[in-house]
């Protein structure tokens, strides 16, 4: 949990954005939380009464702080692609929570970002198509099963085939990786799918979760990514949906390690490539 704060505190000291761009969520309501969580989910989770191994699936204790903390995390998601869709791209220093279900957390997922940011904008829409590209190296499941019928959805995951969660859901496009890929292969892979998702989908928003677990050196990932492959692969993903005229807005995804700064700093790699696409284009 200490890595959150710590990577707005790295962008500005590296000076990759400045105060005025930085933006503070609100706590995202209940009535927008149920558009993808169940009732007596939420009712449990918000008022503190999940059962020990409810608590176990999901990794953390229960707490008011991580309620509140988690609620935060969803306004965050809401509001970057608020702002994407109003200036075409836009970063959150938090999300990618894609194992939680609509009746429970799971993974270190206790709320749905992405489902929640998705379904808001379907809801206040009614026509508005989202392309989630997960890229966290474990497989979006609660993702792929909230929009297993949901045709103004398209999830697509690329992810490691051997590791959590043991058992994987259909998202709309799955993409199994083997163990040990590097930078340049994993690059293949991305740039196979990528223009032809966006191509054919046509999306008026992407949805991006630029997860750094695939890094060589996470504690949890097994494939082998350099600081420089993720770099690369963010900067494709965003620049091909902003040369699309497509808005994206990021999310951190999964990233994990004992060592905080070195973490912190892997997760603003996004935010470095963002940057850099925000000013070739003058956004």
């Known amino acids: 949990m200490r890595k959150f704060p710590k990577i707005l505190q790295i962008l500005l000291k590296d000076n990759v954005i400045s105060d005025n761009q930085v933006w503070a ?28 191994k409810e608590q176990k699936r999901t990794g953390f204790l229960w707490s008011q702080g991580i309620v509140q903390r988690c609620r935060y995390e969803v ?17 959150s220093t938090a999300g990618g929570t894609h194992h939680a279900f609509p009746s429970y957390g799971s993974g270190f997922c206790l709320l749905n970002d992405l ?26 499941d609660g993702t792929a099963y909230i929009f297993k019928n949901e045709p103004n959805v398209f999830t697509f995951s690329a992810h490691s085939g ?54 060589w050196d996470d504690e ?11 770099y690369h692969r963010d900067l494709y993903v965003i620049k091909m949906a902003i040369g699309r005229g497509i808005p994206i807005a990021t999310v951190i995804g999964g990233g994990y390690s004992r060592d905080i700064d070195k973490l912190a700093l892997r997760h603003s790699i996004v935010h470095r490539a963002a940057t850099k696409v925000w000013n070739e284009y003058g956004l």
């Open 25 to 52: 969520p609100t706590l995202v309501s209940e009535k927008l939380l149920g558009l993808v969580h169940t009732e007596d989910y939420l009712s449990k989770f918000i008022n503190g009464k999940t059962d020990e």
């Open 75 to 91: 306004g965050g998601t809401l509001l970057a692609a608020e702002l994407a869709l109003n200036r075409g791209l836009a970063c």
């Open 115 to 140: 489902a929640v940011a998705a379904r808001s904008l379907i809801a206040g829409s009614g026509k508005k198509k989202v392309l989630i590209v997960d890229l966290d190296v474990h497989q979006g």
């Open 162 to 215: 051997k590791n959590f969660p043991l058992r994987k859901e259909n998202s709309d496009l799955d993409i199994s990786i083997e163990d040990g890929v590097e930078d340049k292969e994993y690059h293949s892979i991305v740039q196979t799918h990528i223009p032809w998702l966006l191509d054919t989908f046509r999306p008026d928003l992407v949805l991006y979760d630029a997860g750094v677990d695939p890094h």
């Open 220 to 230: 949890l990932g097994r494939l082998r990514l350099t600081d420089q492959g993720l």
